[in-house]
C-alpha cells in the first residue's frame, strides 16, 4: 500500500481466496489488473504479481488451457522478442505469510534500458509503438505495454477455450440430432453450462472494456508516466521559481507564494493527457473480444436451435404414443363388445339353439361375432381420421 498508493480494497481484488470479476482500476500511481487469470500491479517503474512462484495457487486457465503461460513467462518473452533487457530485471520480493498461513511471493519486473523503437513481438496483432497523426513514431509507455500483455494473454485464453467448446460441441449437437440418448443429453448438457459460464466471463471482460472506452476521466487516469514526468517537472519548476525568489521576498508575500504553488500544484493535478493511444489499444482488444463473444453467441444459438428440433422431435414421438394408445383403447372397446356376447351365451338359460343338432349354427355365431368386431373396430378408426383426431 505504502509502495503503490493503492487502498485495501483495490489490494482485494488481487486476493486468490476471494472471487472477483474481472476489473481494470486505474489510481493516482498504478494500475491494478484482475482479467481471468492475469493480477498484476502495473506501476510507471514496475509491475508486481502475486503468488507468482506459489505451485499451489496455479492460473486459473491452467486445467483447461495447459499451453497458457503464466504472466512473467509473458512479460519475459514479449521483452526478449523487442522491449530490450527489460526481462532480465526480474525479481522476487522476500516472502510474507499468506492469508491461508503459506508463503506468497511477489514477482517485481521493473523497467530498465527502455529502447527507443521496438518491434511488433511474434503473434501479437497489436503493435506497441503509437503512430502520431503526423507519421512519427513513439514507444508507448511502460504500463501500456504491460497492461497490452495482459489484455492480449486474457484474449487469448478466452479465445482458445472458446475455440475448444466450438469443437466440442458441433459434434455432440449433430450427433445429438441424429441419435437421442441419455449419453447425448448429458454430454449436451454438461456443454451448455460451460457455454454459459464461459459467456458471462468473456461479457465481464467486454463489459469492463467498454467502460473504460466510455469514461475518459478513468482513461487518463491510466497515464502514470505522463503524470508521473509532469509532477516531477511542475515540483522541480516550483522550487527553482521558489529559491530564485525567496531572497526577494518578505513576509508580507509569503502568502502569494502560497497561493501561487497551491495554484500550480492544482493545475498539474488537473492535468488532463492526449487519451488517443490508449483509446486505440483499448478499442483493438475489444474489438477482439467482442469477437469472441459473437461467436459463444452464435454457438449458444445452434444449442437453441438444436433443443428447438429434439422438442419437436419429442413431441412428434409423444402424438405417435398418442395415436397407438387411441387405436389400443378403440380395440379394447370392441373387444368387449365380443365378450358381452360371449357372456350372454354363457347364461344358465335354456335356448333353442342349444338343443339344436345343427353344428353350424354355433360357428356361424362365433364368426359372425368375430366379423362383427372388426367391423366396428374399423368404422372406429375411420371415423377418428376423417374427423382429424388420427393421422
Known sequence: MSRTG??????????????????????????????????????????????SRDPSSPPSSAISNPASPPLATLLRRAW???????????????????SNGATSHVAKITKKNVPLTVETPEGNDTPT???????????????????????????????AETLTLEQEAYPALDELTSKISTL????????????VALSGRVQKVRDELEHLLDDDMDMAEM????????????????REEVDGDSFHLDEDDEGDVRSETGTSRGSLAGYKPNIEELEMLLEAYFVQIDGTLNKLSHLREYVDDTEDYINIMLDEKQN???QMGVMLTTATVVLTAGVVVVGLFGMNITIDLYNSPNQFKFWETTIGTI????????LAIGWGKKSGLLQ
Not at 140 to 159: D, G, I, M, N
Not at 184 to 195: A, F, G
Not at 371 to 378: A, D, K, N, R, T
Open 6 to 51: 493503492l487502498p485495501a480494497r483495490d489490494l482485494r481484488v488481487l486476493d486468490p481466496l476471494l472471487s472477483y470479476p474481472s476489473t481494470i482500476l486505474g489510481r493516482e500511481r498504478a494500475i491494478v489488473i484482475n482479467l481471468e487469470h492475469i493480477k498484476a500491479i502495473i506501476t510507471a517503474a514496475e509491475v508486481l504479481i502475486p503468488n
Open 129 to 159: 509503438i503509437g503512430i502520431h497523426k503526423d507519421g512519427s513514431k513513439h514507444v508507448l509507455p511502460f504500463e501500456f505495454r504491460v497492461l497490452e500483455v495482459c489484455l492480449e494473454s486474457a484474449c487469448r485464453c478466452l479465445e
Open 80 to 98: 526478449r522478442c523487442g522491449w530490450g533487457d527489460m526481462g532480465k530485471a526480474v525479481s522476487c520480493w522476500p516472502s510474507f505469510p499468506g
Open 371 to 378: 366379423v362383427g368386431c372388426i367391423v366396428l373396430y374399423i
Open 223 to 238: 497515464y502514470l508516466t505522463e503524470k508521473l514526468s509532469n509532477q516531477t517537472l511542475g515540483e522541480s519548476s516550483l
Open 184 to 195: 447425448n443429453l448429458e454430454r449436451v448438457r454438461q456443454i451448455k453450462s460451460r457455454l
Open 320 to 322: 405417435q404414443l398418442l
